[in-house]
Structure formats: structure tokens, C-alpha cells
């Protein structure tokens, strides 16, 4: 099960699991993004390299136009994931 | 657990759910979890991705073993493909030569403990182990 959408803050908010069956949904929501972005993943149990495209695409669109996305609430073991595919040194990211 | 899936990723969702039931059977360390998931989903979607001259199902099989689990996953009647040869990705680079390809295997080989390969009568089967750390 996954979920994306917008909180009460006007952070993204992820939440389940964001695998090759749900990137699709993911990039079709972050495609609509044209602004600097917090993704809140309090919410988010695991990401496969297919959700790390996502995030990925989005980023380089957004960081074209100086903007990107900063990744918050990040759990300890998505955040092994991005330590181990480079994207601490890509991402803002901050780790609950 | 050995278990035929269709070659379509909305199988992932299913191959979760009985991976979960095996480890809660045989009492396996859910500290592996996320790893094992990972590493099947990558190995799975790169078959069906990549391996598209043949419609057969793939076989994923998993069993417990010393401090861990080993999971194997065969592709039959496909071409040779060794993943443990997959290129290596430069995560140093800035974000303007980063891209999303080749980062699922190179998760795979990053967190196994073991992976190994075998090709013979165009079965392409691929087997890998995750082991608690030592204290």
C-alpha cells in the first residue's frame, strides 16, 4: 500500500511502501511539483530503486529551475538506502 | 518457500506478503527484511524487465539458514545475464551525471552477504544470503 499526497503543512507526504508497482503514481504526483519541495517519509517503510528514480528525476527537474526537493523524517533504514546510493551528498535529507 | 510468480510487477506486492509469512515460519531475523525485500524486488523487476523473450514465470525460492536466509530467484529459458557483474555506479557524482539506471543491482551486490550466479540450460538463476552482523 502506498500513499502520496499533500499534508497540512503543504509538505508532500509518503507514506507504505514505494516500489517498482507504485513509481508510476509517485512520478505522476511529483511531475505536477513546480516549486522547492519537503517530502515528510515519517510514513514511508521502504523505497526500491524504482521509487529512488522518482525522487531522482524530480530533483534534477526541480534543481534546473534552482529549486529540488529536501527529504525530512527519513527512517534509519531508507536512510542506509540513500546513504548507500549517494543521495545523502544529493538530497537535504534529515533522519528522525 | 517455493513459489512461481507472473512475470508482472504487481506480483511485487504478493512476493512482500509471502516473504513476510516465511519469516515469521522460520523465526528469521526481521532485521533482514528490508534487505531481502530489496534485494528480491530489484533482482525480480531487472527479470521481467529485462528478459522479455520468454513468458514463463519466475521461481523464488528462500530458505532459512545459519543466523540468516538464503533466497534464490530463476528465470527460465532466457539468455545468460550475470547481475553479479553489473556495472558499478559512481554515487560521488554530482547530480548532474547522476542517473536512476543500474542503481537496483548495485543495491543488490551493496547489501548481500553472498551472491552467486549459475547459467545452464538457459536457466539463469541467481542466489543470494543476508546474515545478522556478528556482535
Redesign the interface.
Known amino acids: 500500500m502506498f500513499e502520496i499526497g499533500f499534508n497540512d503543512k503543504g509538505d508532500v507526504a509518503v507514506s507504505g511502501?514505494l516500489?517498482?508497482?507504485q513509481a508510476a503514481r509517485a512520478q505522476d504526483f511529483l511531475d505536477k511539483v513546480s516549486e522547492r519541495c519537503v517530502i515528510d517519509m515519517a510514513e514511508l517503510e521502504?523505497i526500491?530503486?524504482?521509487g529512488?528514480?522518482v525522487l531522482?528525476?524530480t530533483?534534477?527537474r526541480l534543481?534546473s529551475g534552482e529549486a529540488g526537493l529536501e527529504l525530512i523524517n527519513v527512517n534509519k533504514?531508507i536512510a542506509d538506502?540513500f546513504r548507500?546510493?549517494?543521495f545523502d551528498?544529493?538530497f537535504d535529507i534529515t533522519v528522525i | 518457500m517455493r513459489k512461481r510468480y507472473s512475470r508482472n510487477f504487481d506480483q511485487i506486492q504478493e512476493i512482500v506478503r509471502d516473504t513476510g509469512q516465511f519469516f515469521e515460519q522460520e523465526h528469521i531475523d526481521e532485521s533482514l527484511r528490508m534487505k531481502v525485500d530489496l534485494s528480491v524486488e530489484e533482482l525480480f523487476v531487472n527479470m521481467v524487465s529485462y528478459n522479455t523473450e520468454t513468458d514463463q514465470d519466475i521461481l523464488i525460492e528462500m530458505q532459512p539458514i545459519d543466523h540468516g536466509i538464503e533466497v534464490s530467484l530463476t528465470d527460465f529459458d532466457v539468455e545468460r545475464f550475470d547481475p553479479t557483474l553489473a556495472a558499478d555506479v559512481d554515487i560521488d557524482a554530482p547530480l548532474s551525471d547522476r542517473s536512476p539506471g543500474g542503481l537496483g543491482l548495485y543495491l543488490v551486490l551493496k547489501m548481500a552477504d553472498s551472491i552467486h550466479y549459475q547459467y545452464h540450460d538457459r536457466k539463469s538463476k541467481i542466489t543470494f544470503t543476508n546474515r545478522v552482523a556478528a556482535e
Open positions: 511502501r516500489d517498482a508497482a521502504y526500491s530503486s524504482a529512488l528514480g531522482l528525476r530533483h534534477k534543481m533504514h538506502i548507500y546510493s549517494g551528498k544529493l
